[in-house]
């Protein structure tokens, strides 16, 4: 019989609850929360797992239960910050399902600052006491005078206000004129003013802004997408939209791709608003990320523009998403945790029923199609801003106007860039490809040169005496003689990169001021100096890669010279038609911006591509239409579905018979289609094997469950093997 008096003495089974860690787990772990210590769905915490003590985030479920609790072990720590909210724990389950992620991995990306999650020491001040030293001198009067309002100071911005040294200030303390007291940490940029300055928007402008802000006023989840021509005012527009958000005193996320480049941006924002937004991008010091996730969590700070990471920011109350660039395949994040971010924004608007505005001078496909069926607004652009002329744009058909031998720019766009040179105004030379050629070879043995561990030919890097590999970054200088045959000085650069068309340009134009524009040619802070000297006209002829295409403003720009219109059509990506187009047409508008006559050439072998006819005729809605009809007898995104599978291996046997295991293990389903496997095109990459699964399905079909099913069904990763899971894949390589 049991003793009823012994249960006054039992401890009760401690409290337990579910914590996802930032490891590949399916789903969160158990831990028992300690007495007193208090936690809620959202803390952000740390705890043991195997030897390591790691962060966690409280999960959302109920408790693990009395069963085994004792055993469990105990939370070690509750971070002073504020939690995730339920929106943004929505939005994390939300990415994890749908991209089929680990959910730990997914909310790691929330928890970029791991030092961020304490709160930021407070700062040492000083405040007047109100007694003055026997001894005035002229500059300790400058500090009292200053100090006397009785405001709190720091001993630097005190010293700095009345132009004295910190000696002078530390005086005064020391005789009892100033108290220390304790001050918060200043906000690491300023809080933007919505009615500080702005150009007045007229006409097609003024309209837009005027509809977003009204639809902004009355509340809930839109989606608007400002499709304007580039120079249109695009940017002034959606500037509107955030200053009404600040007036409502919510908080502002602006994406951008490549934020470490487009400094003007900032100053442009700055010009606007009285203060720059905080950034977040990879670029950013440790110091600054912490200060800006921790005070965008407190609500500090007011407005972002950040690469898309900056889309996994726990702000404390999120009012609008600016997705600017829309199109560009920079939002796709192909490492990890793949994702969308222009997707993954306008489904974290949704979830937090707040706007987002989408922003490209040349929307992507499937933002048209979501326009045309009214999921979202479109609100169309077609002039440019105070009246400047878009460029004129003609083809050059390399077939009737070739090249000289030995060279790639055709006589006529020769002639055009000498001109601009002479008017005193400047070219662009675009031609997305780095380096000084794509591929070195042998002329006695027909030796390529090939990187040892991918399958990619060694691009020559001449500026660096380099030949490198783009895949993996492989290596080694630039050789003399063929390994192959021995024989010295017969190797060949064939076809032309960035640094093929200065050298070129320098042998036609000596005298011109010639600045080759690469991300491989130096960091962010060289190419931000670089973008700002050609602003202020420090060049006459800009060679440049896609960098030149990020939105940037060149006043004295009014030539832009596309070396090979035809290099991105050469591949089998179903996009690829539709990325030449955003692609060109970004770059030939950076012609013309401030009102001058500007014009466009475009070298091509294919005069007559749908591309180039709807580049040069200025009809993008031509093009779009038949893009869309194409999509559509497809049944491509966004009319139907993708999902591309690679599995990897040390070997090519093992991926293979992966790959082959994964397929057998495929369920039917009705309009699910696998295809594959096949050898992906970059069959070798770092040393790794890769085969390649396509998975094609019709808009309503449930992909995930399908993709779930052949994983749980087919054989488990092991050894060397990883399957890599992409939905909606923007590429196909």
């Known amino acids: 019989m049991k003793d009823d008096s012994l249960q006054l003495f039992e401890t009760p089974a401690p409290r337990t609850v579910p914590v996802l860690v930032p490891m590949p787990a399916a789903v969160p772990y158990s831990y028992a929360v300690p007495e007193g210590m208090a936690v809620e769905p959202g803390s952000i915490v740390q705890v043991p797992l195997g030897p390591r003590k790691v962060i966690g985030v409280v999960w959302d479920g109920p408790d693990a239960g009395p069963v085994n609790a004792a055993k469990l072990r105990p939370l070690e720590k509750v971070f002073d910050c504020p939690p995730l909210d339920k929106n943004m724990r929505m939005f994390l389950e939300w990415v994890a399902t749908y991209t089929l992620s680990p959910p730990g991995l997914v909310a790691r990306m929330a928890l970029r600052a791991p030092a961020a999650f304490d709160p930021e020491p407070m700062i040492e001040g000083l405040r007047f006491t109100g007694m003055e030293p026997e001894r005035i001198t002229p500059a300790r009067r400058k500090v009292l005078d200053m100090a006397r309002d009785g405001l709190s100071w720091s001993r630097s911005g005190l010293a700095h206000a009345a132009g004295v040294s910190l000696s002078v200030v530390d005086g005064l303390a020391g005789q009892g004129a100033f108290e220390t007291i304790f001050l918060p940490p200043p906000p690491i940029v300023a809080r933007p003013d919505p009615d500080f300055g702005g150009q007045p928007l007229e006409g097609p402008q003024r309209e837009a802004a005027d509809a977003i802000v009204e639809g902004m006023k009355t509340g809930g989840f839109s989606v608007d997408l400002i499709d304007g021509v580039t120079g249109s005012g695009k940017t002034e527009i959606y ?9 409502q005193g919510r908080q502002v996320l602006i994406l951008i791709p490549e934020i470490a480049l487009t400094a003007s941006f900032l100053e442009r924002f700055q010009d606007r608003f009285g203060a720059k937004p905080a950034e977040w991008h990879s670029e950013l010091a440790a110091r600054s990320r912490e200060k800006v996730w921790r005070q965008v969590t407190t609500g500090d700070v007011r407005v972002v523009a950040g690469a898309r990471s900056a889309l996994f920011l726990p702000f404390e109350d999120l009012g609008l998403i600016v997705v600017d660039e829309e199109h560009d395949p920079a939002y796709k994040q192909e490492d990890r945790v793949f994702y969308n971010a222009r997707d993954m924004a306008v489904v974290r608007a949704r979830i937090a029923n707040i706007p987002v505005v989408l922003v490209s001078a040349t929307p992507s496909v499937e933002s048209q199609v979501n326009c045309l069926s009214g999921r979202y607004k479109r609100i169309h652009l077609p002039t440019r801003y105070a009246g400047a002329a878009l460029p004129d744009l003609h083809l050059i058909d390399m077939r009737r106007h070739p090249p000289d031998r030995g060279g790639f ?16 105004e400047q070219a662009l030379l675009f031609l997305n490809r780095r380096g000084y050629a794509p591929l070195t070879l042998c002329r006695v043995c027909g030796h390529r040169f090939q990187c040892p561990q991918c399958s990619s030919w060694l691009v020559e890097h001449r500026f660096r005496g380099q030949i490198q590999c783009h895949q993996c970054g492989y290596a080694e200088p630039t050789p003399n003689a063929c390994p192959e045959c021995g024989t010295l000085d017969h190797l060949v650069a064939c076809g032309p990169g960035v640094e093929r068309i200065a050298e070129e340009v320098e042998k036609h134009f000596p005298d011109a001021r010639t600045l080759v524009l690469s991300s491989d040619l ?22 440049g890669t896609q960098l030149v295409a990020k939105g940037h403003n060149f006043p004295l720009m009014t030539l832009v010279g ?3 219109a035809d290099i991105g059509l050469a591949n089998g990506d179903p996009r690829a038609a539709e990325r030449t187009f955003q692609l060109l047409s970004q770059v030939t508008g950076r012609a013309g911006r401030t009102g001058r006559k500007s014009h466009g050439l475009l070298q091509t072998f294919q005069p007559q591509h749908p591309v180039m006819q709807a580049l040069v005729s200025g009809d993008a809605g031509a093009f779009y239409e038949r893009e869309i009809a194409e999509r559509e007898r497809a049944g491509l995104p966004p009319f139907g579905r993708l999902v591309s599978i690679i599995v990897s291996a040390d070997n090519r046997a093992d991926a293979e018979t992966h790959a082959r295991q994964l397929r057998n293990a495929a369920p039917q389903s009705p309009g699910i289609a696998l295809l594959g496997p096949a050898e992906a095109p970059l069959a070798l990459i770092r040393g790794r094997h ?31 093997i990883h399957v890599q899971v992409d939905v909606d894949p923007q590429s196909f390589l």
Not at 239 to 247: C, D, G, S, Y
């Open 409 to 424: 720019l055709s006589p006529l766009l020769l002639k055009s860039v000498g001109k601009t040179v002479e008017r005193g």
């Open 522 to 543: 130096g960091g962010v802070k060289r190419l931000r100096l670089e973008l700002e000297a050609i602003a202020n006209g420090e060049a006459d002829i800009i060679i």
């Open 239 to 247: 500037f509107e939209a955030i200053a009404e958000t600040l007036r």
């Open 562 to 564: 596309i070396v090979d």
């Open 690 to 720: 890769r085969f390649r699964l396509l998975v094609h399905g019709r808009r309503s079909s449930d992909m995930q469950a399908f993709i779930k099913d052949m994983l749980a069904n087919g054989p488990k990763e092991r050894r060397s």
